[in-house]
């Protein structure tokens, strides 16, 4: 797989133009970091000692009961990765992107910085192929189809799960289909079940509910979080919420090129400003279930740019606003008939700056893109005695708009239909679905609409030898394509309208074997799967006639094989559980584009052939300590797998303790405990060891 330039990189003055298209929403957070963490300070004191007078009564904080992470569950047709319940609450200090790394399959490209973008790699498809769903509804970036999950925290989440493939239940909007894997990010309900501990460890039947959270740690960071749900009738619930993050970004590190230099220094130009606000409303009915959520993000940030030749880049600016109001409707209108209807707005503002005063190798930029959205679905299952039926049709339009000269402005419209089939007999299910997908672009000039209409089958099936067997087996083929980027086709000094889309096929073939309890176990989890991708008609960019002039072509083709194995287990030792998580991968991604290339058949760029993680939770009382263990096997930044291109192995150990008792809550994390050097992109070194404290007060 050829790899798109990485935009901040400032090893040529490339860096400018393809940094324009690198990251995908919004504007604006001006920092007074000083006058900020005062107030949050003065904010968070203010209001845990009115919850405390307030509430005084509060039951201690129970936790919800640990959810097998790294472990397919067996009801799932496809490879399931899962944080939720107590695994989730213990890594509630990190964003969506930093609790992945601890699925197998998965690499982050993380570029150093509080404030830099994450993304997210699965079986080394690649960002662009990896669809990530908020509630059940599927977000997008005309821009550059990633979707930074570092922006995602997990205070609002009450699960986080990644489906290789899809996810297989039947009533889904029709666009869940057309990823080659899938993040699903579920934020908490007030009130579900009447159960609120997951949420904000309030009693059962309460009315008002309540959460406020600060920590902080080093190189000046400092978060502060507010959550507060209220009952409004049995059958309606509202929810708000808040928070804010501020980070100098600032950070030592060391940096060694054999034969050349060894070198240490300050990493600066990482800073962030972020603030997030979000609004709920939950309604419940004898037979339908809605929810009504509005979402605000804004912040400032600076991207650093990489460390050449023992120095450190100048570092550009960034600042987003994204603004998006999303809903949905399910209802049973009988026992064989369900409609789900979802819909979202949202409006993204990206002002991007880039000064060569601060880095020569640089021009000067100072550009702003503003994109609307707007998506709607409906879905409808019917249950018969031996099949179930679902057909799902989606509507999505987009528009960019930039202060970019001879800018072309398009507008793309996709629609989506999905036609999917369920059956089962004798321990065997069968489920296959076709998607059709047409997308239009039109641009400002007045050129001939653009149209595509492709057609995305895919086949799963599971089989069970009995209804006590522990054992399940399971396997599933699927195609998908993926449509250039808006950035990919229009964009000034880089876009191509010819590129054709990228097309993959995947198969895979695994197993589930369920562990019973005996004794001081308490059972577990044993996951294995072997997997094959293919990638054709990869998106690459080529320099063009000037160095700040790039073309994009239809290049690559990739294919990849790959293992992954999976256990979870726990343990009763005394008062106390322990739970073991342990993950592996081993992965070949070739690039097989060209023989005559004499890196043809090379490992592709950032993907490691091996890769491991270990995770234990020990649980005594109110205390509950986690330890976890990242490895990453060595890689190249280049199609050439030559000694020039060799990147390191890196593992990381981060450990934490949290202490819980009548509603407060006090947590301790040591990140990086070993100080181990190390940098997952060539030239952006992470850091080295860093703590994060926290106090909670839940009411």
């Not at 997951?198 to 959550?227: C, E, I, K, P």
């Not at 400003?273 to 419940?284: F, K, N, S």
């Not at 120095?311 to 994204?322: F, L, M, S, V």
Request: charge should be positive; hydrophobic fraction near 40%; charged fraction near 20%.
């Amino acid at each position: 797989m050829t790899m798109r330039r990485i935009s901040t990189t400032k090893r040529t003055p490339t860096s400018v133009s393809a940094h324009k298209c690198r990251i995908g929403t919004g504007s604006t957070l001006a920092s007074n970091g000083t006058t900020a963490r005062l107030r949050t300070v003065v904010l968070f004191v203010a209001i845990t000692l009115g919850c405390t007078l307030l509430h005084a009564q509060s039951d201690t904080l129970t936790l919800a009961p640990a959810v097998v992470t790294e472990a397919a569950r067996t009801a799932d047709m496809v490879s399931v990765r899962q944080l939720s319940g107590a695994d989730l609450h213990t890594l509630r200090g990190h964003s969506v992107a930093d609790a992945m790394r601890y699925f197998s399959g998965v690499q982050i490209k993380d570029y150093g910085g509080a404030g830099d973008l994450k993304t997210v790699n699965v079986r080394g498809l690649g960002t662009q192929h990896v669809g990530v769903m908020l509630d059940g509804v599927p977000l997008s970036n005309a821009q550059n189809g990633v979707i930074d999950l570092g922006r995602f925290s997990l205070e609002e989440m009450a699960a986080v799960t990644l489906y290789n493939g899809q996810r297989t239940t039947l009533l889904q909007p029709a666009a869940c289909f057309a990823s080659s894997s899938a993040v699903y990010l579920e934020r908490r309900e007030p009130f579900a079940d009447d159960v609120a501990p997951t949420a904000v460890g309030s009693q059962r039947g309460a009315t008002t509910a309540g959460r406020v959270t600060l920590r902080a740690g080093s190189y000046g960071t400092a978060r502060a979080a507010f959550s507060l749900d209220r009952r409004l009738s049995p059958r309606l619930s509202a929810t708000l919420g808040a928070g804010y993050l501020h980070s100098d970004g600032n950070y030592r590190f060391r940096y060694r090129v054999a034969g050349a230099y060894d070198t240490t220094g300050v990493r600066r130009g990482g800073d962030i400003d972020a603030l997030r606000a979000e609004a709920g409303l939950y309604g419940r009915g004898a037979k339908d279930k809605w929810q009504l959520r509005a979402y605000l993000y804004a912040s400032g940030r600076g991207l650093p740019g990489a460390v050449v030749r023992g120095r450190g880049g100048g570092a550009d600016r960034q600042w987003d606003t994204e603004l998006n109001l999303q809903g949905a409707w399910r209802r049973d209108v009988s026992a064989r008939y369900v409609a789900l209807t979802t819909a979202r707005a949202a409006y993204d503002r990206l002002r991007f700056r880039s000064d060569p005063e601060r880095d020569p190798a640089v021009m000067y930029a100072d550009n702003t893109y503003r994109t609307f959205s707007l998506y709607l679905s409906t879905a409808h299952r019917v249950t018969l005695p031996a099949l179930s039926l679902a057909w799902a049709a989606d509507y999505r339009a987009e528009r960019m708009l930039a202060d970019l000269h001879d800018f072309a402005t398009p507008t793309r419209h996709t629609a989506y239909t999905s036609l999917a089939a369920q059956t089962g007999w004798r321990g065997v299910r069968v489920q296959g679905a076709l998607l059709a997908t047409l997308v239009s672009d039109r641009t400002r000039h007045g050129d001939a609409m653009r149209r595509r209409t492709e057609l995305s089958p895919s086949l799963a099936f599971t089989f069970c030898p009995a209804p006590s067997s522990p054992l399940t087996l399971r396997a599933f083929v699927k195609r998908v394509f993926r449509m250039p980027t808006l950035c990919d086709l229009y964009y000034t000094l880089v876009g191509s309208s010819d590129l054709r889309p990228e097309r993959t096929l995947q198969a895979d073939a695994g197993l589930t074997l369920v562990l019973p309890q005996r004794g001081a176990f308490l059972g577990g989890e044993v996951t294995a799967d072997v997997y094959h991708n293919t990638v054709r008609d990869k998106i690459v960019a080529i320099p063009g006639t000037s160095m700040f002039r790039w073309t994009m072509l239809n290049l690559g083709r990739v294919s990849i094989q790959g293992a992954e194995i999976a256990i979870g287990t726990a343990w009763r030792v005394g008062a106390a559980q322990i739970d073991l998580r342990g993950a592996y991968t081993y992965e070949r991604a070739r690039d097989v584009t060209d023989r005559s290339d004499p890196f043809y058949g090379d490992q592709i760029p950032y993907i490691p052939r091996h890769s491991a993680s270990l995770t234990a939770r020990a649980a005594l009382g109110p205390w509950t300590l986690r330890y976890s263990f990242l490895y990453t096997g060595q890689r190249h930044d280049g199609r050439a797998n030559t000694p020039e291109n060799f990147v390191p192995a890196w593992y990381t150990s981060d450990s934490a303790v949290l202490y819980a008792r009548g509603g407060w809550e006090v947590s301790a994390e040591v990140n990086n405990l070993f100080q181990q050097r190390y940098e997952i992109v060539r030239g952006y070194p992470l850091p080295g060891r860093n703590f994060l404290l926290g106090l909670t007060r839940r009411f």
